[in-house]
């Protein structure tokens, strides 16, 4: 399994911009699909962006459409999700996640096997 570390996460205010980023260890992130999913008290976890291993097919949910880019570097290892014009709903614990040797994205959840330990996002005023 890939190991997956989040950061970038803080408080910011309506209308701000943060950029979170995902470092993934091990051989398998060129070749997985990648994910960010959010989480907030009382609410299921949902996915808000999905990027195939090649980073030419992208998945958002229409929550965050125009708001948020996901892109990644399989040179670095990276994974990342800018997001800008952040609202007060956007605040959630945000975590990255791979599919692990499998290239196509999907949105659910059970299709990834490998999770970082999530980075908190705040945005009030």
């Known amino acids: 399994q890939v190991q997956l570390v989040e950061s970038g996460g803080g408080l910011v205010q309506p209308g701000g911009s943060l950029r979170l980023s995902c470092a993934a260890s091990?051989?398998?992130?060129?070749?997985?699909?990648m994910g960010w999913f959010r989480q907030s008290p009382g609410k299921e976890r949902e996915c808000v962006a999905a990027?195939?291993?090649?980073?030419?097919?992208?998945y958002y949910a229409d929550s965050v459409k125009g708001r948020f880019t996901i892109s990644r570097s399989n040179a670095k290892n990276t994974l990342y999700l800018q997001m800008n014009s952040l609202k007060p709903e956007d605040t959630a614990v945000y975590y990255c996640?791979?599919?692990?040797?499998?290239?196509?994205?999907?949105?659910?959840?059970?299709?990834?096997?490998?999770w970082g330990q999530g980075t908190q996002v705040t945005v009030s005023s």
């Open positions: 990027v195939s291993w090649s980073g030419g097919s992208t």
């Open positions: 996640a791979a599919r692990d040797r499998n290239p196509a994205m999907t949105t659910m959840a059970t299709m990834y096997r490998s």
């Open positions: 091990g051989r398998t992130f060129s070749s997985s699909a």
